[in-house]
Nanobody, 117 residues
Framework: QVQLVESGGGLVQAGGSLRLSCAASRIIFSRNAMGWFRQAPEKQRELVAYITSAGSRNYAESVKGRFTISRDNAKNTVYLQMNSLKPEDTAVYYC???????????WGQGTQVTVSQ
């Protein structure tokens, strides 16, 4: 079973930064596009950013210019650098494989990001 373990969340003031990490195991990590998702209370889970196996990056409009996704295939880890954080970024952040995130059950526990005014 694929395992995804997110970390790096916390409480930060608006304008601050955080770096999230997602360590993957039991997956051929380098061959997979990976994504970061978030879910705020009473809202649906949304895709924040993803990175392909070739390193191409895509971002939701709401985070463009503020967030950067990256990956280290040697460490089987995908990162999300979040700068200029806003209160509306408050959510639980998850990572998952892009190929089948809508149907797989690989979701980890997520990492809570809280941005205060």
């Amino acid at each position: 079973q694929v395992q995804l373990v997110e970390s790096g969340g916390g409480l930060v003031q608006a304008g601050g930064s955080l770096r999230l990490s997602c360590a993957a195991s039991r997956i051929i990590f380098s061959r997979n596009a990976m994504g970061w998702f978030r879910q705020a209370p009473e809202k649906q889970r949304e895709l924040v950013a993803y990175i392909t196996s070739a390193g191409s990056r895509n971002y939701a409009e709401s985070v463009k210019g503020r967030f950067t996704i990256s990956r280290d295939n040697a460490k089987n880890t995908v990162y999300l650098q979040m700068n200029s954080l806003k209160p509306e970024d408050t959510a639980v952040y998850y990572c998952n494989r892009m190929a089948d995130w809508q149907t797989n059950d690989y979701w980890g526990q997520g990492t809570q990001v809280t941005v205060s005014q």
